[in-house]
C-alpha cells in the first residue's frame, strides 16, 4: 500500500514542537492580499465602515463598504488589519467571497460563518480559527452601520451578551471568545475566564455553551 505523504509544515514552533501547514489558498491570499486598504481612506468614499478587536490577541480588523442601495448588493469591500497571517487571509478570501460575481445580497452576507471562509480557505490551523472571526464580524458591524445611517431600523440585528457567572459578570461572549483561543473543556475555559468557580450554579450552562461553539467553530 502507498504510504500518504505527510505535509512538510510551514511552521515549527521549537518551543513546543507544535507545527501548523497553510493551504496553498491561505498562502496566496496572505503573500497577495485582495482588497486591502494600506492607509485608512477618507470616511466620505465608502458608504458604511465596521471595526471589531480581538480579544483573543488584541488585534483589530476594519472593513469599508460601498453598497448598492437600488440592489442591496455589496458593490466593494476594502479592509485593513495588523492581525496575523491567518486573519489576512481569510479576510482577504471574504473580501472575494462577498464582492464576487454581481456582489453578495446583504442578508446573505450577514449569514456568512466563519466555516464558510476557512471551506474556500482548504482549511486553518485549529489554533487560528479566532483570527478568521475578525473579517466577518467587522463586515457584520459595517452591514449595521449601513442600515443605521440609512435608518434601515428594522434590519438591525443586536448581538447582545448575556451574563452567565454572576460573580464573574462572565458571558457568553467571552466563553465563546475562549473556545476560539483553544480552550475545549471547563478547566480550559475557567483558567482564561474563572467562569463558575465562585458561581457554581452557572456550571452547566457553561458546559452546554463550550459544546455549542466548538461544534459551531470546529464542527466536533
Ligand atoms: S489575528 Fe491576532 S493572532 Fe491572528
Redesign the pocket.
Known sequence: MKKSKKKKPDIVNKYTGESWVYTPAVKSHFFKPRNLLLENPKTTKYDAEGIVG?P????V?RVWLKIDAKTDRVKEFKWR?F?????IAATSMLSVMVSEKKGMKLDDAMKIKPQDITARLGGLPNR?I??SV?GDKALRAAIQNWFKKTEQYDRIITESKRIIDLNTKTTDVDIEEAVLDGARTLQDVQKKTKVGIGYPECIPEVEELIRFYTEKYFGN
Open positions: 480581538s483573543a490577541c488584541g488585534d480588523m488589519t492581525g496575523c497571517a491567518s486573519a487560528k479566532h483570527c475578525l
